[in-house]
């Protein structure tokens, strides 16, 4: 019996009207996803980067040469506010990881790349995190990974965020 197990026989004991099996369910992922963001984020700290700009500069790099994109794709990408993409974009500036150019396409346009210094980082901290997800899955058997993966995916799709 877990934390969450307690947690619903207080609440069938309190509330026996109430179906409260989701909570179990959905209170176990949000204690997963807490624990996999601090395991993620510790990777990330290590490097000297947040989340935040592990996603800007993955997305960079995942474009493939010259990884520079138009703001507006890194927000398509990265699903954040124009307003957060900016605070992004000029924290990585100024610690040199992207700088902003002038888009070749578009006269009044910017593009937003790495830089090498930017390339060599996510490329190591890339590496890190991709170790240490396998880390943190060792335990689960190939079967069970692949209906995890099938299972939130179809969950997801069906919550409208596919």
Not at 47 to 57: H, K
Not at 64 to 80: K, Q, R
Not at 84 to 90: A, E, I, Q, S, V
Request: no cysteine; aromatic share 4%.
């Amino acid at each position: 019996m877990d934390q969450v197990d307690r947690i619903l026989e207080q609440w069938r004991r309190e509330r026996p009207d109430l179906d409260v099996g989701p909570m179990g369910l959905l209170g176990r992922l949000k204690r997963l996803h807490d624990r996999l963001s601090e395991e993620t984020a510790q990777v990330f700290r290590a490097n000297g980067l947040t989340a935040a700009g592990f996603d800007v500069l993955a997305t960079l790099r995942r474009a493939g040469p010259p990884h520079a994109l138009t703001p507006s794709a890194l927000i398509d990408w990265t699903m954040v506010t124009s307003g957060t993409m900016t605070n992004r974009l000029d924290k990585l500036e100024a610690a040199g990881l992207i700088e902003r150019r002038p888009n070749p396409a578009d006269g009044r346009g910017a593009l937003v790349a790495l830089t090498p210094e930017g390339l060599d980082l996510i490329d190591r901290v890339a590496s890190a995190h991709v170790a240490n997800q396998h880390r943190m899955l060792e335990g689960l058997p190939p079967e069970m990974r692949a209906r995890l993966d099938a299972d939130l995916k179809a969950w997801l799709g069906l919550l409208g965020g596919a």
